[in-house]
């Protein structure tokens, strides 16, 4: 009989050690994370002034409110934020929706978004004040301007 219950307790403790390894990745680990936004900006890493991005933006917020975003920055929904798949945090953008003409000024402080053919996600008052909360995602112009 304890040849045959062994294995299985071997088996049992190999699950429960790999398990461990197993689990979400710690936000450290999370692409763009910075623990102390302040020496990320020291680093004089800039996006190219002038430069444009067209493609389809939204916004997000009710969920993430109060979360750390990828920057180490407390996420505030009613900031004029957003989150871009690489450019570096700090980065200030004028993003114009094309379809209105109506502009806003955001700055980048998370990474994101994930949904595909997407290129910005905007705090929820930055969406609002280009009217995105009425039609949830429009084509953008996004320009660096600092």
Same mark, same amino acid.
Do not use: W
């Given at each position: 009989? /304890?040849? %045959?219950? @062994?294995? !299985?307790?071997?088996?049992?403790? %190999?699950?429960?050690?790999? *398990? =461990?390894?197993?689990?979400?990745?710690s936000?450290?680990?999370?692409?763009? /994370?910075?623990?102390?936004?302040?020496?990320?900006?020291?680093? $004089?890493?800039?996006?190219?002034?002038? %430069?444009?991005?067209?493609?389809?933006?939204?916004?997000?917020?009710?969920? @993430? #409110? =109060?979360?750390?975003?990828?920057?180490?920055?407390? @996420? #505030?929904?009613?900031? %004029?934020?957003?989150?871009? +798949? *690489?450019?570096?945090f700090?980065? $200030?953008?004028?993003?114009?929706? +094309?379809?209105? =003409?109506?502009?806003?000024?955001?700055?980048?402080? #998370?990474?994101?978004?994930y949904?595909?053919?997407?290129?910005?996600?905007?705090?929820?008052?930055?969406?609002? $004040?280009?009217?995105? #909360? +009425?039609?949830?995602?429009?084509?953008? !112009?996004?320009?660096?301007?600092?």
């Amino acid at each position: 009989m /304890f040849k %045959m219950k @062994f294995p !299985v307790v071997l088996l049992v403790c %190999m699950v429960l050690a790999l *398990s =461990g390894c197993a689990g979400k990745a710690s936000i450290s680990a999370r692409k763009g /994370f910075v623990r102390n936004p302040e020496k990320h900006y020291a680093s $004089k890493e800039k996006a190219e002034i002038g %430069m444009k991005i067209t493609g389809e933006a939204s916004y997000y917020g009710p969920g @993430f #409110d =109060g979360k750390q975003t990828a920057s180490g920055e407390i @996420f #505030d929904q009613d900031d %004029m934020t957003c989150a871009h +798949k *690489s450019l570096p945090f700090g980065t $200030k953008l004028k993003v114009v929706r +094309k379809d209105n =003409g109506k502009s806003v000024v955001v700055r980048v402080n #998370d990474r994101g978004p994930y949904v595909d053919g997407r290129i910005l996600d905007l705090s929820v008052a930055a969406g609002k $004040k280009i009217g995105l #909360d +009425k039609v949830g995602h429009a084509t953008v !112009v996004a320009t660096v301007i600092e």
